[in-house]
């Protein structure tokens, strides 16, 4: 018989990051983490990184001091750090998870701040980050909600970014691990779903610091050769996910646990050969991470781009083996928009936040959101079916939604129409594919579920949430939260296990 709709038990939820929605930078043992460091921006004002070490470096980074205990340092006082109250999910999170169940999440994504938990990157260990973290998970256990847990979501322990050179220096592997094995261990019984490193190739976008910053503290502006440092990084990142993976299944064979990338479909711009043959380029690099983290080695054209470029990416003899042991089970991946090749331009796109690219044009069949990302539900189904028929592993959608200006009315509604109907036409899009396509799709977690800062341009004002929160772009507001139109939209959705839209 054909069966119709998502699978039984699919994972409806919504995700968040620790760096974005937290809060509490200094409280609880928490040490400061490399986005404590970055002040709040806009569309056309990039984020600012305001802590470096080195007296001469460029780019957007202004020296504030040397890194003294907690943070001082890196803070100037004339800035904005939306990273250090967030939405405080830190004293909200039974309210907030109170509310999830509302909804009727299935699951719930979060990240662990490293540094609350080890407050330095080494190997020393905050009690107090371990229970916090414990006591949400006791909570959304309390409704049925499975947490599903990104284990590095961009932001590394300062003292780590300003000793080591965050993840250029191999030694992070090691104090990674450590951190790694604590939760894993701690968490053995409370969590099955994890996620290694959130969007780990967006640092490819050597050309906007904040990227490479948060990740892996590391500023590749820095380097005489950004591209080739960034792989550097990355590689070291690459073998610290393999080593999770391989270490996760002998403490409890049952886990699943994926990694996570952006994926941004690269279509040509016309049936012209040059336009196909570049967006097949273009998909190299979005393929590049996820083919390491599913197939456990590096694709031709990766070793051939070291090669013709001349890049020396230094790898121990036990390397290959490990990332060949540490395949994932499954691939988490986010998705907002699609983008454009078109072969006969070639732009400069230094600081640009809307998902362009040198070779990209707007997309003439579809619209954008406020922030110029492109607005493509069939893209959705597009991903999806490219990446099964790529891995054939199951996937999972942790990020999904749009970034908006919401109005509250003068009765305390909020009609976010706008925020269903794009969730709507990428959900049935999404439906395509488990339906028709044949896609193991394990689940759904809507991003920024309840407002939460945005991560490129650090505003309250880009939001996302089924649930509104009272903080405005300048740190003002009392954290109250209400529900939006699209909560009561999107609990019958889940109830109805994605049939009513
Ligand atoms: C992804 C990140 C998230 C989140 C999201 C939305 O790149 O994994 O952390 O922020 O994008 O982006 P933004 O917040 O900039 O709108």
Known sequence: MHKKGFPKGFLWGGATAANQYEGAYLSGGREAATSDAVTAGSFDHPRMITYKTDDNAVGQTERMGKLPDGAAGLIDPESYYPSHAATDFYHHYQEDI????????????????????????????????????????????????????????????????????????????DNFMFFAETILRRYKDKVKYWMTFNEINNQRNVSADIFGWTCSGVRFSEYKNKEEAMYQVVHHQLVASALVVQKGH????????????????????????????????CMHERFFFADVHARGHYSGYALKEWERKGYNIKMEPEDISVLQKGKVDFIGFSYYMSNVAKSDIHKDVSNAMDGSAEYSEPNPYIKSSGWGWQ???????????????????????????????????????????????????????????????????????????????????????????????????DGSGTLKRSKKKSFDWYRNVIKSNGEQL
């Open 98 to 173: 109170r509310l999830f169940a509302e909804m009727g999440f299935k699951s719930f994504r979060l990240s662990v701040s490293w540094s609350r938990i080890c407050p330095k990157g080494t190997k020393e260990i905050n009690e107090e980050g371990l229970e916090f973290y414990n006591s949400v998970f006791d909570e959304l256990l309390k409704y049925g909600i499975e947490p599903v847990v990104t284990i590095n979501h961009f932001d590394m322990p300062m003292y780590l970014a300003d000793e080591y050179d965050g993840w250029s220096s191999r030694d992070t592997i």
């Open 250 to 281: 002998e403490i409890n064979p049952n886990f699943k646990i994926g990694c996570m990338c952006s994926f941004v479909p690269v279509y040509p711009y016309s049936c012209k050969p040059e336009d196909v043959m570049l967006a097949t380029e």
């Open 375 to 473: 607005i493509d539900p069939i893209g959705i189904r597009y991903a999806l079916v490219t990446l099964y028929e790529r891995y054939e592993l199951p996937l999972f959608i942790v990020e999904n939604g749009l970034g908006a200006i919401d109005v509250i009315e003068e009765d305390g509604s909020c009609k976010d129409d706008y925020r269903i109907e794009y969730l709507k036409a990428h959900i049935q899009e999404m439906k395509k594919a488990v339906e028709l396509d044949g896609v193991d799709l394990m689940g759904y977690t809507a991003w920024g579920c309840i407002d939460l800062v945005s991560f490129t341009t650090g505003e309250m004002k880009k939001r996302y949430g089924f649930i509104y929160v009272d903080k405005n772009n």
